[in-house]
């Protein structure tokens, strides 16, 4: 079973790769290409499994900072919108991390998976959802959509550490595998009712999947 899974996230690399290639120019079949007379953008000299890794991780963070910014001001239960805020300010400072390394990297700061529906990625549909959501409805939307996140950024992030070639992208990698299971360990005491810093625990649905 780790085999099928660990194969699994290196052919999701393999498809994330193929389309930071498919997002360069691309010639009209039969033309002629010419050179251009302007200089130039700088050729990113990133490996492209290091690019992809990178290029899919910030449009899953920004995502999912723009549900955890519904937690402010939907009703949801007081345990759950502190836990909300306190990932919200990580993931936040986690994408300023990543857009640095994006920019040191050569890469366009373009959303190549906008529109994709990705594993673990917060989809349009789920924010229009959200929206119209409130009470229990977006207690249970929240959880799941932002425990896919968790997870699924986690075990790309894991085959990133092994599939890369960039020592700063796969150190930032091993960074967040770290920070990943910290944060879904705190999801799932957040579910069981174990945390002690807000009063009112917050009970997960049954079929939740932590």
Known sequence: MPTRRATALLLLLTVLTG????????????SVSVPSRTTAAPVPSADPTDSAWV?????????AV???????????GPRLRAWAARLR???VAELAELRGLRTRMGLPDT?????HDMPGMVTAEDLRNARASGGAAFDRLLVTQIH???RQSEQVSRSETTA????????RARELVAVRRKQLASLT???AGRAADVPEPFACPSDHPV
């Open 19 to 30: 389309c930071a290639r498919e997002g360069g120019q691309e010639t009209e079949p039969g």
């Open 55 to 63: 290029q899919l991780m910030i449009p899953m963070d920004e995502q």
């Open 66 to 76: 723009a549900l955890l910014d519904m937690a402010a001001e939907k009703p949801a």
């Open 89 to 91: 300010t990580d993931q």
């Open 111 to 115: 959303d190549l998976h906008e529109g």
């Open 148 to 150: 896919d996140h968790l």
């Open 164 to 171: 890369g070639s960039g020592a700063e992208a796969r150190a």
């Open 189 to 191: 005491s957040l579910c």
